[in-house]
């Protein structure tokens, strides 16, 4: 991989032949676990500006029209996040010259509060071509990680690393955007709640030129992070150089010419669930509805994956949002998309059929993927695998799909393959988990939105077959053949460090924290991420060895996840000593006001709130202060206030469950009891943080006069 300091620039072509469509990753880690960033693209023509409001895709405007660009989304990465960004640069239009590639912070959060910014990009086999780690960022809002442009006909990427004091917004308007004042003014007054100084967005301060061989002069400049917004009905796909910073303004550059399309928000969009269905019109409770994709008939497990595979290559194939949702990360590009099940392609003596092949032809050029499917528990065969590699890597496909239940992790793929450098084509190895279709199908349905109804509808019956206990689709449910033993070992103290054991039921327990995710993110139409701490550089099998480490010590298993619009984290332990489930979220107190305040606010928002939620008051200095369940501090708030008058710092919120026993996802599984204990601790007291306490009303104002 081609390491890259500020200011450098490199032909793509130079580090790869498959660079038609390339990933560009922007990637931060916060040593809280909180800190985050939303990225932005804009593409500009020859002077430097956006040729309209729609070269700009931010959170509230995700994908482009012809498949050039798609922001990906969120995945976790070491001790951090990472977000990717597809570009299909042979839809790049002729007069975009540069691609800029940003990202912003809210709230008053400056990127220098991040570590380890670094931005990488990957040709269309998933291969790392070129990475450039900042380590400067500064007090900033916004900030420019790099640029693609075009010189003679090539592709070129230029490592920027500069940032921006004036916001999203001013970021986006310094490149010809033409922003709504509604958003602006709602952003404005969210930093100003935040007790943070708006800076003039004339000039931005700190603003620099430089000059790179080969290249214009480039600006830089820092926005705030905008959260998360709803995606866009477009159709998602790679593609899509990034643009330069534009030149400082002058005052008649302030002046903004009518437009007439909407201008852009930067305002995230409110995202509404849809309507609860009509009552039925069936005579009786017991008749079950008609389906398109029957599973009563499902009798083994070929039968299984069979019609998985065909249910949801039918789907991918008509619906195209979903389609291009699945693939635009694999590097495939916009166009039309065709699958095919039952397929035999020659290997040797005897044919091989692979369960699916997915084609998608965009302006006479092919992207095509074969496709192996796994469903119940049933894993990937590493020689099933290799053959389809080989046969794909002969035959000029870009990529192999497996799809199980499974749950890849960072660093650990699920079967291991040979990669013969000798040949000139790459294949790249992709994955997906069930769960991970689930999740999607439920973004577009329930909060992004598809083109029509009838799509909406297909989409509906893939999820209602995925969910059916029927289908062998349902995620990662088992937790493997060491669950036993290590609780055997742990209630009998006889459970080593260094016992590999230990190791498999860490991997299981990511495996399930991943999926819970996706089910609470798909749930929420919000990103829910796991929050992974570690030490700087840190290899995520060193991670995984120290929770190892633990549970043999401690007995205990513990996660974090991050859920966009919620203060804190939502920590997760597992005690497997004492068979308990503990949930848990920390809230900050308050920058003004009296303790007895905070505490009466906080007694008022939980008013829903299960009675046997612990609450305790975080003081500064101390290992713990006042606690209580919420049913005992209901009547007196004030005995959450330490007696000896120590700042606090905030309150911890705790539920406390029994754990199934089972490794399986029964009623009494394991599987099933973390998920639920996740649900419903979200459900029933990270809902009321996130919304006003109530207003209560004096006795006077609510009397009724005759």
């Known amino acids: 991989m081609h390491e890259m300091v500020k200011g450098a620039n490199v032909g793509l072509s130079s580090l790869s032949e498959d660079v038609d469509a390339v990933i560009v990753s922007l990637g931060w880690a916060s040593p809280t676990g909180e800190g985050d960033a939303d990225v932005s693209v804009l593409l500009l023509d020859g002077n430097g500006k956006v040729r309209s409001d729609a070269d700009f895709y931010f959170y509230n405007n995700p994908v482009a029209s012809d498949g050039s660009v798609q922001l990906l989304g969120k995945a976790p990465s070491g001790e951090g996040s990472e977000d990717r960004i597809g570009f299909d640069l042979t839809a790049i239009p002729a007069d975009v010259e540069r691609i800029v590639v940003a990202a912003s912070r809210h709230e008053g959060a400056r990127f220098g509060e991040l570590d380890d910014l670094r931005v990488t990009l ?63 003014d709602a952003a404005d007054e969210a930093v100003e709640d935040a007790g943070d100084e708006v800076p003039d967005r004339g000039r931005p301060d700190g603003t620099q030129t430089a000059d790179v061989a080969g290249a214009e002069p480039v600006a830089v400049e820092a926005a705030p992070v905008a959260a998360p917004a709803a995606p866009l009905p477009a159709a998602p796909l790679p593609a899509a150089p990034l643009p330069a910073v534009p030149a400082p303004r002058t005052a008649a550059d302030d002046v903004v010419p009518e437009k007439a399309s909407a201008r852009p928000r930067t305002a995230k969009k409110k995202v509404t669930l849809p309507k609860a269905a009509k009552k039925s019109l069936a005579e009786n409770e017991s008749w079950k509805q008609a389906r398109l994709f029957p599973v009563s008939a499902l009798k083994s497990d070929r039968d299984r994956e069979t019609r998985a595979t065909s249910v949801l290559l039918s789907v991918m194939a008509q619906v195209p949002e979903f389609g291009r949702r699945l693939t635009a990360g694999f590097g495939a590009p916009a166009g039309r998309m065709e699958t095919f099940t039952e397929v035999s392609l020659p290997h040797g003596d005897t044919p091989r059929r692979p369960d699916g092949v997915i084609r998608v032809e965009r302006a006479g050029k092919l992207w095509t993927a074969l496709v192996e499917t796994k469903t119940n528990g049933n894993a990937l065969k590493s020689d099933q695998v290799q053959a389809y590699m080989d046969i794909a890597a002969r035959r000029g496909y870009e990529a192999v799909i497996t799809l199980s239940n499974d749950v890849a992790l960072e660093g650990s793929p699920l079967v291991d393959v040979k990669i013969d450098g000798r040949r000139k084509h790459k294949v790249a190895l992709r994955h997906l988990s069930w769960a991970e279709v689930t999740h999607h199908a439920q973004l577009l349905i329930g909060h992004e939105g598809v083109g029509n109804t009838a799509h909406a509808w297909l989409l509906k019956e893939l999820l209602h077959y995925l969910q059916h206990e029927n289908s062998g689709c349902h995620g990662f449910q088992n937790m493997g053949s060491a669950w036993v033993p290590v609780r055997r070992g742990i209630d009998d103290e006889t459970l080593c460090q260094g016992d590999p054991r230990a190791l498999e039921v860490v991997e299981s327990w990511e495996r399930l924290i991943r999926q819970v995710s996706l089910g609470l993110g798909g749930d929420l139409g919000q990103k829910v991420l796991p929050v992974q701490r570690a030490r700087r550089g840190a290899d995520p099998a060193e991670r995984r060895a120290r929770m190892a480490d633990q549970l043999c010590a401690e007995g205990k298993l513990e996660a974090e996840l991050r859920i966009e619009g919620t203060p804190g984290v939502l920590a997760v332990g597992a005690d497997l000593r004492t068979g308990r489930l503990r949930t848990s979220v920390e809230v900050p107190a308050p920058e003004q006001g009296y303790p007895l305040t905070w505490a009466k606010r906080l007694v008022r928002r939980l008013a829903e709130a299960p009675a046997d939620l612990h609450v305790e ?21 004030a005995d959450l206030l330490p007696r000896n008058g120590a700042r606090i710092t905030g309150f911890r919120l705790t539920l406390v469950k029994g754990m199934g026993s089972g490794r399986g996802n029964a009623e009494s599984g394991f599987i099933r009891s973390v998920d639920d204990a996740v649900q419903r601790f979200y459900g029933t007291v990270v809902v009321h943080l996130e919304r006003p306490a109530p207003r209560r009303v004096p006795a006077a104002e609510g009397a009724v006069t005759g």
């Open 122 to 184: 990957a040709d269309g086999s998933g291969e790392d071509l070129v990475r450039f780690a900042i380590d400067d960022a500064g007090s900033v809002s916004a900030f420019i990680f790099g640029e693609l442009y075009r010189r003679a006909d090539e592709w070129k990427f230029r490592a920027v690393g500069q940032g921006y004091d004036v916001g999203l917004a001013g970021l986006a308007t310094d490149f010809g955007v033409d922003i709504d004042d509604a958003a602006d």
């Open 617 to 637: 008051t975080l003081v500064e200095e101390e290992t713990g202060g006042p606690r209580g369940t919420l049913e005992k501090l209901r009547p007196e708030p």
